[in-house]
């Protein structure tokens, strides 16, 4: 699975923020859940719209991110 293809960007929705297949939610909100200690099913039960997938897209998107982050280096 590449996240590429279920995360995206749309200027105008959710002020540019990262969604999940161009719908209103965002991959900040899914770790949100997740970090607050919802399973992925009870994120699955309450957004039936979203699947296993959208939520591992979300977590290797975080993930990659990180990769990517510096901090302490000048």
Do not use: W
């Amino acid at each position: 699975m590449n996240y590429r293809d279920i995360i995206t960007v749309e200027p105008g929705k959710r002020g540019g923020k990262p969604c999940i297949r161009g719908m209103r939610v965002t991959v900040y909100d899914v770790l949100g859940y997740l970090a607050s200690g919802m399973t992925p099913q009870e994120i699955l039960e309450d957004f039936p719209y979203l699947t296993e997938e959208d939520i591992r897209a979300c977590l290797q998107y975080a993930a990659e991110r990180e990769r990517k982050v510096r901090v302490g280096h000048p």
